[in-house]
């Protein structure tokens, strides 16, 4: 029988990643695209592509149920401010009844529930990780550059305040200097978070971490080109990831961005 994967895609390279993965291990892939502006490589290497609004929950399912996927993994940027952006996302009336049934929109709460409404159809929510091992890197500094001694201390300091506000489902992201705390990712995302951290304090240190209690099916920490973008905006020095647990993309692109602009880059 033949495997076919679903791949729900958000912003970014990962789901090209995960589809050439899944290709290689037999799988056929049908990708959805859920956002405006996913990957132009991803209607290339998919079997099959269709765009669907991440609100269109029910018609999601009915693509996957008629393109005869058994299994289906969400990947790519979905930032929970779509849900308050007008004109982003345009729920039919099954995403209204899954919303208003949550007790909080944390985002732990809101990709539950969804899982539950894609399991509940027959279709099995797969590991994020599955098809991309190869990209977590193993701790110890990644970039040329090694950090200095108080930004070590900065990166200690933001690994530990991550892991709290990720133990609370706030975000995965803080911005330190000097051991103070200057922007706490929220909905805004990680990108918005490093720029707002940049205008409070000199020379930046980014920490992005797993949630402690995460779940490996949706919202995978990552740390890619556009982080480094971000960051060369906000004039940060260095960035610390958790080791194992956070995905590195495109990595010859992302480290050598970061070492032309002399950005430290450290798993930890």
Same mark, same amino acid.
């Given at each position: 029988?033949?495997?076919?994967l679903?791949? =729900?895609?958000?912003?970014?390279?990962?789901p090209?990643d995960v589809?050439?993965?899944a290709?290689?291990? !037999?799988?056929?892939v049908?990708?959805?695209?859920?956002v405006?502006?996913?990957?132009?490589?991803? *209607?290339?290497?998919?079997?099959?592509?269709?765009?669907?609004?991440?609100?269109?929950?029910?018609? +999601?399912?009915?693509? $996957? @149920?008629?393109?005869?996927? @058994?299994?289906?993994?969400? #990947?790519?940027?979905v930032?929970?401010?779509?849900?308050?952006s007008?004109?982003?996302? #345009?729920?039919?009336?099954?995403?209204?009844?899954?919303?208003?049934?949550?007790?909080?929109?944390?985002?732990?709460? #809101?990709?539950?529930?969804?899982?539950?409404?894609?399991?509940?159809?027959g +279709?099995?929510?797969?590991d @994020?990780?599955?098809?991309?091992?190869? $990209?977590f *890197?193993?701790?110890?500094?990644?970039?040329?550059?090694? *950090?200095?001694a108080?930004? &070590?201390?900065?990166?200690?300091?933001?690994?530990a305040?991550?892991?709290? #506000?990720?133990? $609370?489902?706030?975000?995965q992201?803080?911005?330190?200097?000097?051991?103070? +705390?200057?922007?706490?990712e929220?909905?805004?995302?990680?990108?918005?978070? +490093?720029?707002? !951290?940049?205008? =409070?304090?000199?020379?930046?240190i980014?920490?992005?971490?797993?949630?402690p209690?995460?779940?490996? /099916?949706?919202?995978? *920490?990552s740390?890619g080109?556009?982080?480094?973008?971000?960051?060369?905006?906000?004039d940060?020095?260095?960035?610390?990831?958790?080791a !194992?647990?956070? &995905? $590195?993309?495109? /990595?010859?692109?992302? =480290?050598?961005?970061?070492?032309?602009?002399?950005i430290?880059?450290?798993?930890?």
């Open positions: 029988m033949e495997k076919v679903g791949v =729900l895609a958000g912003i970014g390279h990962l090209v589809v050439l993965g290709k290689e291990a !037999g799988y056929k049908v990708v959805i695209g859920v405006p502006d996913t990957n132009v490589e991803l *209607p290339k290497v998919a079997d099959n592509f269709f765009s669907v609004n991440i609100g269109k929950i029910g018609k +999601i399912v009915k693509t $996957l @149920q008629e393109n005869k996927v @058994q299994e289906v993994t969400m #990947i790519g940027k930032t929970k401010e779509v849900l308050y007008k004109g982003v996302m #345009i729920p039919d009336w099954q995403a209204v009844k899954l919303l208003f049934s949550l007790k909080d929109r944390h985002d732990d709460t #809101i990709m539950n529930a969804l899982v539950a409404f894609v399991e509940k159809s +279709i099995k929510v797969m @994020q990780t599955i098809f991309l091992k190869a $990209l *890197p193993a701790p110890g500094v990644l970039s040329k550059r090694k *950090p200095t108080d930004e &070590l201390a900065d990166m200690d300091y933001g690994f305040m991550a892991k709290k #506000i990720g133990g $609370l489902d706030i975000g992201t803080v911005v330190v200097k000097n051991k103070a +705390i200057m922007a706490v929220a909905i805004e995302g990680t990108d918005a978070c +490093i720029l707002r !951290g940049g205008k =409070l304090g000199k020379k930046v980014v920490a992005k971490t797993a949630k209690a995460q779940d490996n /099916r949706f919202d995978m *920490p740390v080109v556009k982080t480094i973008e971000s960051m060369i905006a906000a940060a020095a260095g960035i610390v990831m958790e !194992g647990r956070t &995905l $590195l993309v495109e /990595r010859e692109k992302t =480290l050598a961005l970061a070492n032309e602009h002399n430290t880059v450290v798993a930890k």
